[in-house]
């Protein structure tokens, strides 16, 4: 069995997160909360529940219907409230002890802890921890946090949480579960998303993205904060914002791949914003052709928008096989070279001959890119023209995303005529950072403060990176699993 060839060319989210206070189907709901978020990680999946006097857990490698979704396993978890975890490793095997949620026996209960993002600092106060005599149990980043809340000083859990919190660097989104609450926490820059709904009548939710409601048929109220701790109780909802204010800086990649189509982002669709970053990519690259078609699926709204911007008739000229999963049993070596031929097929009637332009959301390694002007080639293509819906990735991310080291990115390596050559491209464009910020609603990118984290773009890290720029400790903290 080996890892997905596909995989390792696109860019992947840590971690989906999911919360739930006071449904009498907490579990059920969570299961298809996170069955939604499934596209954020598929290496693991977990739910803590409580009911009023104990805590109930299952975590399970593999994907959220395969291991949690059985009416055997939703009736061991009991309880009117629950969070959820939907995880993707970074390095090595997924160890079942990195699964979350993470439970804890604090002082004050139990703690349930689910995290997506990473800590940038997160190795150096680990290692200061356990000088201190504290003992971890796993290597994620998140273990970090309850160490810090079970070792504050101060008395109220709202309080030891901030007090924690104002210790690590780096990028988090957190839903909590206490004998008491359901707590979400936002970084705050806002790095890492987190959206709050609730059913039709009135239960309170929490998730990475907006369309966990819709698959339960709950609504989106709005984003959570940056900086914003929400709270929920017996008494209602609290909302806290006890961090200095800084300036908002979300991921700005959510725009262009991490998030579904179907989901909002402050309010917006995100399958408009994917649409006008091809019409910008129309107006700054546009090229005589015969048709544009997308690399699916990721490829497909930015490839529209690209069409209805220029003219050009949209096609599904690539085909994608959509029951080839994560892992797939290669019989014999002589059939590596199928390669991409697994996941896609050139709609060869709808290319031949044509001058075409294929629209894709990233270049990472360059491998699929490789792959896939190769088949539209063989297919009869006369020209082949590759856009690109985001600016090139030249730099690693170290806040939650799972980025190849940076001499690993083509762009990092390569001028963009390079990569074309490389590519075997006629041409080969990439949306300018300003028209990928004007697609997101903005007049452009403003490069005294900017309004997004575009680090993996442009390099400019909002947040110091305190373990990698901290010798041995640092590279330690690359090879950590992280929330």
């Known amino acids: ?35 939604a978020l499934q596209h954020r990680g598929q290496e693991a999946a977990g739910i803590v529940s409580y009911n009023g006097t104990q805590f109930f857990s299952q975590r399970h490698h593999g994907l959220v219907g395969d291991s949690l979704s059985s009416e055997e396993v939703i009736r061991t978890l009991v309880g009117d409230s629950a969070i959820g975890h939907n995880r993707y490793s970074t390095t090595g095997d997924t160890l079942m002890r990195n699964v979350q949620p993470l ?29 201190k005599g504290s003992i971890f149990q796993s290597t994620s980043d998140t273990e970090v946090i309850i160490h810090l809340v079970a070792t504050s000083s101060y008395p109220k859990l709202v309080d030891k949480l901030v007090d924690a919190l104002g210790q690590v660097e780096g990028a988090y989104s957190l839903v909590i579960l206490t004998q008491k609450k359901l707590i979400g926490i936002r970084d705050p820059l806002g790095i890492r998303p987190l959206v709050l709904g609730e059913t039709e009548d009135g239960v309170p939710l929490l998730a990475s993205e907006s369309c966990a409601f819709d698959i339960i048929g709950a609504r989106y109220i709005r984003d959570v904060e940056p900086g914003e701790i929400v709270i929920f109780n017996e008494d209602g909802v609290k909302s806290l914002k006890p961090f200095p204010k800084a300036n908002q800086r979300s991921c700005i990649f959510e725009n262009v791949y991490f998030s579904r189509p179907d989901s909002l982002t402050a309010n917006t669709s995100v399958y408009e914003i994917r649409k006008r970053i091809g019409e910008e990519l129309a107006r700054e690259s ?24 220029s003219g050009l008739p949209f096609e599904l000229g690539i085909i994608r096989n959509h029951y080839v999963g994560r892992t797939f049993i290669e019989p014999s070596d002589n059939i590596r070279h199928f390669g991409v031929r697994l996941k896609h097929n050139a709609n060869q009637p709808q290319i031949k001959g044509k001058r075409v332009v294929l629209v894709d959301d990233s270049i990472v390694r360059g491998t699929t890119s490789v792959k896939i002007v190769e088949m539209v080639r063989r297919a009869g293509a006369k020209e082949v023209h590759m856009r690109i819906a985001s600016p090139p990735t030249t730099h690693s991310c170290f806040y939650g995303v799972d980025t ?41 990118r403003n490069n005294d403060q900017p309004q997004y984290c575009d680090a993996c773009f442009s390099g400019d890290y909002p947040i110091k990176l305190t373990d990698r720029d901290g010798g041995e400790d640092g590279q330690l903290s690359l090879l950590a699993e992280q929330g």
């Open 404 to 444: 190849p080291e940076r001499e690993k990115l083509m762009a990092s390596q390569m001028t963009v005529e390079e990569m074309a050559k490389h590519i075997n491209a006629d041409s080969l464009a990439f949306v300018s950072l300003d028209g990928l910020y004007r697609a997101v609603g903005l007049a452009g």
């Open 286 to 309: 546009g090229v005589e052709a015969d048709l544009v078609i997308p690399v699916p699926d990721s490829g497909t709204p930015a490839a529209i928008g690209y069409g209805r911007e």
């Open 1 to 35: 069995m080996i890892t997905n060839p596909f995989d390792d060319d696109k860019l992947h989210e840590e971690c989906g997160i999911f919360g739930i206070y006071g449904h009498p189907e907490a579990a059920a709901h969570t299961v298809l909360g996170l069955h």
């Open 103 to 131: 439970f804890a026996e604090l002082s004050g209960g139990g703690f349930a802890i689910a995290h997506n993002g990473n800590l940038t600092n997160s190795m150096t106060l680990r290692k200061s921890l356990i000088q």
